[in-house]
DNA sequence: TATCTAGTTCTCTTTTTGTTCTCTATTGTG
DNA sequence: CACAATAGAGAACAAAAAGAGAACTAGATA
């Protein structure tokens, strides 16, 4: 349904001012509105242009109620938000002002996403190596054997195979035969997230 | 149609200008703004130059017509093609209507790549798994070290790390040490592509 | 009910943009 | 030298895009 039409130069504008301007407005805003922002003096040339960008289905108009309108976009579109760094033994080290990649739908999930870059070997038998960039998705609940991105008492963040233990307790496995299984309290262990897809550069 | 004859040097101008700059256009440029740009004055003349680029094929009008410009047309935009499967020990078994995959800029090279699916666990200590998908740059020679797509005798495709020998002939190194490296002539060797990239769902 | 508001539809004009044309200047070639 | 190929300037034109403004519609409101 991403039709990807071709947008006139304006259209682009217009789009982009709404994409970028979205938190401003509490409410949707309307077409008066955003004939001021815009510099526009007639309503009617403002409808043509969201028109456009409602048939390239970029925007929603509001549900029945007429006054208002409202902007959609996904993950797709947009890119996922590139979070920082993880280390086995480390808290996450954000990078202050996250840049967004783009990545294709089939390397995502329907739930948000986020990319890590990993550091270290600890999970070098499952295939992911020093520097790769995981796309995360954002949950705080995993299935066993999944592989997720836990935090550990609140301190040290980890990309580790899980195992949910008979009698509660979590068990954090690493892929790589140097270093052991740790297991812990069901209270000590937040999930923050499962890996769904990796990327590599080379 | 494709008329694939030379350039002159102003058309190679403004095509490597393109080329160059196609990142700092948000939308594509219309005419006025590359006569600026370029240092021309008359969009007749650079119409003359741009026709030239579309009778090559290097670039494409914007579609529909309208009041617009130009594309460079760039395999970020239409994906790249998945090939097939790539198992050690086999041909290259090909995907009879391969489909396209939308993959990131910061994944690819200039140069055309494909994309293959790896069977096998050959290269599972560089990280490379049974199943991935690998992104290939098009290319007839390697250096040493990296990782080629090879074609042995015209015969088998495989996936391997290379290195040239000081007496010319050509050594292929598995990442997996229940393998064996392989030493071949010159001759039954040819480099089919270099690994870019590397996908993987989970 | 009358009135106000906000989206829609319409006609019209202006501006922008790609295209086509002619004319001129420069350069290289036989 | 003549001649062709390349390069650019500038004018004129048609169509697309953008905008103005008025009229109409349907809800909401007093």
Same mark, same amino acid.
């Given at each position: 349904?991403?039709?990807?039409?071709? #947008?006139?130069?304006?259209?682009?504008?217009? !789009?982009?001012?709404?994409? %970028?301007?979205?938190?401003?407005?509490?409410?949707?805003?309307?077409?008066?509105? $955003?004939?001021?922002?815009?510099?526009?003096? /007639?309503?009617?040339?403002?409808?043509?242009?969201?028109?456009?960008?409602?048939?390239?289905?970029?925007?929603?108009?509001? *549900?029945?109620?007429?006054?208002?309108?409202?902007?959609?976009?996904?993950?797709?579109?947009?890119?996922?938000?590139?979070?920082?760094?993880?280390?086995?033994? +480390?808290?996450?080290? @954000?990078?202050?002002?996250?840049?967004?990649?783009? =990545?294709?739908?089939? #390397?995502? +999930?329907?739930?948000?996403? !986020?990319?890590?870059?990993?550091?270290? *070997? /600890?999970?070098? *038998? @499952?295939?992911?190596?020093?520097?790769?960039? =995981?796309?995360?998705?954002?949950?705080?609940?995993?299935? %066993?054997?999944?592989?997720?991105? @836990? #935090?550990?008492?609140?301190?040290?963040?980890?990309?580790?195979?899980?195992? %949910?233990?008979?009698?509660?307790?979590?068990? $954090?496995?690493? *892929?790589?035969?140097?270093?052991?299984?740790?297991?812990?309290?069901?209270?000590? =262990?937040?999930?923050?997230?499962? $890996?769904? /897809?990796? #990327? +590599? +550069? !080379?």
């Amino acid at each position: 349904m991403t039709n990807k039409m071709k #947008l006139t130069r304006r259209q682009q504008d217009i !789009y982009d001012y709404l994409h %970028n301007n979205a938190e401003r407005f509490a409410h949707p805003p309307t077409y008066d509105e $955003l004939c001021q922002e815009l510099g526009l003096s /007639s309503r009617g040339s403002l409808h043509k242009h969201i028109q456009a960008l409602i048939d390239a289905g970029l925007v929603e108009p509001m *549900e029945g109620r007429q006054g208002i309108r409202l902007v959609e976009w996904t993950q797709a579109d947009e890119g996922i938000p590139h979070l920082g760094t993880i280390a086995a033994g +480390r808290p996450i080290q @954000a990078i202050p002002q996250p840049e967004f990649l783009p =990545v294709p739908d089939f #390397l995502l +999930r329907q739930h948000p996403c !986020y990319a890590l870059t990993v550091k270290g *070997e /600890s999970m070098i *038998e @499952a295939g992911i190596m020093d520097g790769d960039l =995981v796309v995360i998705e954002q949950r705080d609940t995993a299935r %066993n054997g999944e592989i997720v991105v @836990a #935090l550990i008492n609140n301190e040290e963040a980890t990309l580790k195979r899980l195992l %949910n233990n008979n009698d509660g307790s979590i068990t $954090l496995i690493p *892929e790589n035969n140097t270093m052991k299984a740790m297991t812990f309290e069901a209270e000590q =262990v937040q999930i923050q997230g499962i $890996l769904v /897809s990796l #990327l +590599r +550069r !080379y």
